[in-house]
């Protein structure tokens, strides 16, 4: 017992302002040492963070002169157009959707084939036509790749008027 009574004793003849002083400053200065491993940790690691995000789109100055040439090009479709034979028509489709490929390569949209850049085009842009673009896309690759696809001069008309009203949607006729 009279080790209990000296244990207490010495519990009571502590200064316990001076521990708690003493135990706050060590906690403190343990504390900006860790901030500071973290920031350093934290600067360290940034480069190997995984990027979520599309890259940035790249500002594209579509100058005027490549404006002229689409305005040209989609006249000669035009004139083409003008024609009732299938064969005709169906060359001014093809041709429409070349100038809506270079049309797109020319505004930075990345990708090997028109469907891959309309897919970019959808994702980042909010577009009217985007459906009636992807249809009339649609059509010219059965045109292409079908085997006696045909299409009427009336149909033609409207898919020619699809790409038109994208052009134009997009400012560029």
């Not at 005027?64 to 489709?93: M, N, P, R």
Request: a positive charge.
């Amino acid at each position: 017992m009279d080790t209990v009574i000296s244990y207490f004793n010495i519990v009571m003849g502590i200064d316990w302002m001076e521990v708690f002083r003493f135990a706050r400053v060590l906690f403190i200065v343990i504390n900006i040492i860790l901030i500071a491993v973290f920031v350093f940790a934290w600067r360290r690691a940034w480069k190997y963070r995984p990027q979520f995000s599309y890259p940035k789109k790249k500002k594209v100055d579509v100058s005027q002169g490549s404006l002229i040439h689409i305005g040209d090009e989609w006249g000669k479709i035009l004139e083409k157009a003008k024609s009732d034979s299938s064969q005709v028509l169906t060359v001014a489709i093809i041709d429409a959707d070349k100038l809506v490929d270079d049309v797109l390569r020319m505004l930075g949209f990345p990708g090997e084939h028109v469907a891959e850049r309309l897919d970019k085009l959808g994702r980042s842009q909010t577009l009217k036509t985007i459906d009636s673009l992807w249809q009339a896309h649609r059509i010219r690759n059965n045109l292409v790749h079908a085997t006696g696809f045909q299409i009427s001069p009336r149909q033609a008309r409207e898919v020619l008027n699809a790409y038109e009203r994208f052009f134009k949607e997009i400012k560029v006729l």
